[in-house]
Nanobody, 116 residues
Framework: QVPLVESGGGLVQAGGSLRLSCAAPGIIRAVVSMAWYRQTPGKQREFVARFTNSGSTDYADSVKGRFTISKDNAKGTLYLQMDSLKPEDSAVYYC??????????WGQGTQVTVSS
């Protein structure tokens, strides 16, 4: 059973918006942080945004002011609202959960494609 399941990816024009969701009902309360990463072919997976259990958020410089991470514990879901999308935001986006012991959980990824 996959503990994290992403959805919401798709094709959008530059300047448009998408909202990604990560269903994590089994682990969202058991992890110390949840985050979004992204990866393009031939490149390493890169950090996008993080939401910690203390309520703090952190963003990569490349998405600050455009992306917003949020979490709904009652629904067991992590979100990433992506506005003012750019072609360089195109990637497979992955949801991540990290436990206090350092164990990482990953989803299967959802493709985001931004056309110019």
């Amino acid at each position: 059973q996959v503990p994290l399941v992403e959805s919401g990816g798709g094709l959008v024009q530059a300047g448009g918006s998408l909202r990604l969701s990560c269903a994590a009902p089994g682990i969202i309360r058991a992890v110390v942080s949840m985050a979004w990463y992204r990866q393009t072919p031939g490149k390493q997976r890169e950090f996008v945004a993080r939401f910690t259990n203390s309520g703090s958020t952190d963003y990569a410089d490349s998405v600050k002011g455009r992306f917003t991470i949020s979490k709904d514990n009652a629904k067991g879901t992590l979100y990433l609202q992506m506005d003012s999308l750019k072609p360089e935001d195109s990637a497979v986006y992955y949801c991540n959960g990290r436990t206090v012991s350092g164990t990482h959980f990953w989803g299967q990824g959802t493709q985001v494609t931004v056309s110019s």
